[in-house]
């Protein structure tokens, strides 16, 4: 499983995807994430969020 960030709501909240792929099709999933990234904005940190 992956966990990638793919936005922001209207109210600036990040917002992410899981990519699960099936029993032994690690590669797939790894790649499928890969074209994800390619395609979706850099994710910036919220202004709201502190540490």
């Known amino acids: 499983m992956i966990v990638a960030p793919i936005g922001k ?3 600036g909240m ?3 995807v899981q990519v699960i ?3 032994g099709r690690d ?3 790894i ?3 890969r074209k994800l990234a ?3 904005p ?7 969020y502190t540490e």
Do not use: H, K, M, S
């Open 27 to 29: 590669l797939l999933t």
């Open 31 to 33: 790649d499928f994430a």
């Open 42 to 48: 850099v994710f910036q940190t919220p202004e709201a």
């Open 14 to 16: 990040p917002v992410g």
């Open 38 to 40: 390619d395609i979706v």
């Open 21 to 23: 792929g099936d029993l």
């Open 9 to 11: 709501t209207a109210a």
